[in-house]
């Protein structure tokens, strides 16, 4: 079912939901719509069925509520509360019950669910639209998963597996608010705030107590000459190192890393164990003084390859790459006068360069010095290209042209001012607040919201909203109410805190 929303002011803030065909009193639900007039029932927007002619329109009130689409832009979530309000969201569905309400009745989207406080402490109230034929034909949990995953993009760290597996939960055909409440009320406890480890802890009270100490002794009198504290760094690991031998036999250094104390145990077992069978199958089977010396000689070699495994060996290894004389090179470069030009070449350099190396072979350090002293002798002059000037025919013109593209701007003038600012709008979603990770127009006006109010440029025109700012905005002389979107023509002003708004259009196309 198709329903139109509409927003008003008249002592407070309320929504319209009315059909895309006008609602008749026949199709309202006569239970619910008792149930909901005569309880509060919690978590529920108060609302009253206004009748003209059998026509009906349901009326919401918003007053001193944030729509939630606007909270998701401008916060963000621990995954405790993203849970916390998934929780919140599940228990009013299954209790709506208790108040013979349907679940399939609630509007769960993001603009129709409002917010009482902070996101992160937020507490929810729904839209509920007590008709006989359901709102919307998708079943409930493909629905709920929808509002999981618009919810969650404002989740700083998932961690865990609980939304992979709330997510498969939801594409279940065993779905139930029972088990899906009972789900999430364990992800609450597994994510819920753990202690800090001990020596966590023992490290956070040395490093308060550091502080602690040089607060002390910069309020001290005495002047100490001792340097600017700062916070201790940690030792940190390094790979030991051990000699090696180059190709010349000299004497380098290589890093090895620590060789696991498991591995040396099994080797020096499994030596005990060969020089064990190599005196039991050798000199007590067949003893001799030969056999003697063969078993006397094998053990001093099982040693020795222990005590080289141990200390390490002294190979050579081959040296990969090119080598490079670099003092070779800067004598070169110095004798014929490049000691200047250590970069590379620009674009003009390497178009006479061309000439140079057809074949592509490499450029030697003789050519490059040429080449700049024919760059030297014949500097290239710089040439500045007018901006070219293209005349679209009407065949040319793309869909947006025909239906005329305009490039707005908006002139900024505050109180006690002279001057005015102005603003270029790009075309699209344009925010005018003062946080500066959602506004693309930052004002810091006293009164102006983090998220004030939002322009909308489009190929057939302008329109304004104010996204449930405390202060409200003035368009024209008239109180806008939030959330509705307002036309704006060139030479409109709206006005933010006592800053002044004028929409200007610079330029325009036509067919």
């Known amino acids: 079912m198709v329903l139109l929303t509409d927003f008003t002011r008249d002592d407070g803030i309320f929504m319209h939901l009315t059909g895309k065909e006008p609602l008749k009193g026949a199709q309202m639900n006569r239970v619910q719509r008792m149930m909901l007039s005569s309880v509060a029932i919690p978590h529920l927007l108060p609302f009253i069925v206004r009748e003209v002619d059998d026509d009906v329109s349901l009326q919401y009130n918003i007053t001193g509520k944030k729509m939630l689409s606007q909270c998701l832009r401008q916060d963000k979530l621990e995954l405790t509360e993203f849970y916390s309000l998934l929780l919140q969201i599940v228990t009013v569905l299954e209790e709506s019950r208790q108040y013979m309400l349907s679940p399939d009745q609630f509007y769960l989207d993001e603009d129709y669910i409002f917010v009482e406080e902070p996101l992160s402490l937020a507490v929810l109230h729904f839209t509920y639209v007590p008709l006989k034929q359901a709102i919307r034909e998708e079943p409930l949990p493909q629905v709920f998963l929808k509002l999981v995953t618009k919810i969650m993009a404002c989740v700083d760290n998932m961690n865990g597996n609980g939304i992979q597996k709330l997510l498969r939960w939801c594409s279940d055909d065993r779905f139930t608010l029972a088990e899906t409440r009972q789900l999430i009320s364990n992800f609450i406890t597994d994510t819920g705030p753990q202690q800090p480890e001990p020596n966590k802890i023992e490290a956070q009270f040395k490093v308060k107590e550091y502080v602690r100490t040089n607060e002390e002794q910069a309020q001290s009198p005495v002047v ?106 800067e004598q070169a470069e110095q004798n014929n006068g490049l000691g200047a030009y250590r970069y590379p070449l620009d674009e003009d350099e390497l178009s006479l360069l061309s000439n140079w190396v057809r074949d592509e072979k490499p450029v030697t350090v003789q050519e490059e010095v040429q080449v700049r002293k024919e760059i030297e002798k014949n500097p290239p002059e710089l040439i500045v290209r007018p901006p070219q000037t293209v005349l679209l025919s009407r065949s040319g013109l793309d869909k947006e042209h025909k239906i005329g593209a305009a490039a707005y701007s908006l002139e900024r003038t505050s109180r006690g001012s002279s001057g005015g600012e102005t603003i270029t709008l790009s075309k699209g979603s344009f925010v005018i607040g003062r946080s500066e990770e959602i506004a693309q127009y930052i004002d810091n006006t006293p009164g102006v919201s983090r998220a004030h109010v939002e322009l909308m440029v489009k190929t057939t025109g302008c329109t304004l909203k104010d996204l449930g700012s405390r202060n409200g905005t003035v368009l024209g002389e008239e109180l806008m109410a939030p959330y509705k979107e307002y036309p704006l023509s060139p030479g409109d002003t709206f006005s933010i805190a006592g800053s002044k708004y004028t929409l200007w259009i610079d330029s325009l196309y036509f067919p």
Do not use: C
């Open 224 to 329: 100490s000459p001792s340097p600017e504290w700062r916070m201790p760094v940690a030792p940190q690991w390094k790979m030991p190192k051990a000699p090696m031998f180059s190709d010349e036999g000299e004497e380098e250094e290589y890093e090895r890393g620590p060789q696991s104390s498991s591995v040396k145990t099994y080797i020096v077992l499994g030596t005990v164990l060969a020089a064990a069978m190599l005196w039991k199958f050798v000199y007590l089977d067949h003893p001799g003084t030969g056999s003697l010396w063969i078993s006397l000689l094998g053990t001093l070699l099982l040693t020795g390859g222990i005590l080289l495994s141990r200390i390490g060996f002294k190979l050579p290894l081959p040296k990969i790459g090119i080598h490079k004389n670099v003092e070779q090179e």
